[in-house]
């Protein structure tokens, strides 16, 4: 049996200094939150809501977006990532950093999202992992130049109101 350190611990250990900087935000830190809510008043069927805006340089640890709306939804999609522009929040492959375009088949009124993680009670996607899509696009990406503004796309969803809950955990 062997026993090997994880990348910042072999730094720390090696004391600190020199190639062995551990950045900030990475030990002995204090995650941050930033929690919002987001009152539904559209029928727009591509709406790039934006849930938190954070400084450069931050390590994202975790995303939790919790949709309830009036009526169920059976063919519309959600993905989260970073809002760059206007232009970049309308194409298909916008706002999809964390979590591509996923279509939620239920009969349920409130849909969950725990990136890294899955679903909670509601949801159901029918082709994608809801864990976050590589370790240098979400979970422990790091927010830098444009992408700061961490963003929700709803497409397709059939409702007139409801509320986006969400929670972004960042060191």
């Given amino acids: 049996?062997?026993?090997v350190?994880?990348?910042?611990?072999?730094?720390?250990d090696a004391g600190g200094s020199g190639d062995n900087v551990i950045?900030?935000?990475y030990i002995k830190t204090v995650e941050k939150v930033w929690i919002d809510s987001y009152t539904i008043a559209f029928t727009d069927t591509n709406t790039t809501i934006k849930i938190a805006r954070l400084p450069?340089?931050?390590?994202i640890t975790s995303i939790v977006v919790n949709i309830l709306t009036t009526v169920s939804q059976t063919s519309g999609t959600v993905s989260i990532g970073y809002s760059v522009d206007a232009t970049d929040d309308l194409l298909a492959t916008g706002v999809t950093n964390f979590m591509a375009g996923t279509?939620?088949?239920?009969?349920?009124?409130?849909?969950?999202?725990?990136?890294?993680?899955?679903?909670?009670?509601g949801g159901t996607p029918t082709s994608v992992s809801l864990a976050f899509q590589a370790v240098s696009a979400g979970?422990?990406?790091i927010t830098a130049g444009?992408?700061?503004?961490?963003?929700?796309?709803?497409n397709n969803w059939t409702m007139t109101s409801g509320t986006v809950k969400t929670i972004v955990r960042y060191t």
């Fill in 1 to 3: 049996m062997s026993s």
């Fill in 5 to 12: 350190g994880a990348a910042n611990v072999v730094k720390y």
């Fill in 23 to 25: 950045a900030d935000g």
């Fill in 56 to 59: 450069e340089n931050k390590k």
């Fill in 103 to 121: 279509t939620f088949t239920n009969d349920r009124t409130q849909n969950s999202i725990v990136l890294p993680g899955g679903s909670a009670p």
């Fill in 139 to 141: 979970f422990q990406g």
């Fill in 146 to 154: 444009t992408q700061t503004t961490i963003a929700v796309k709803l």
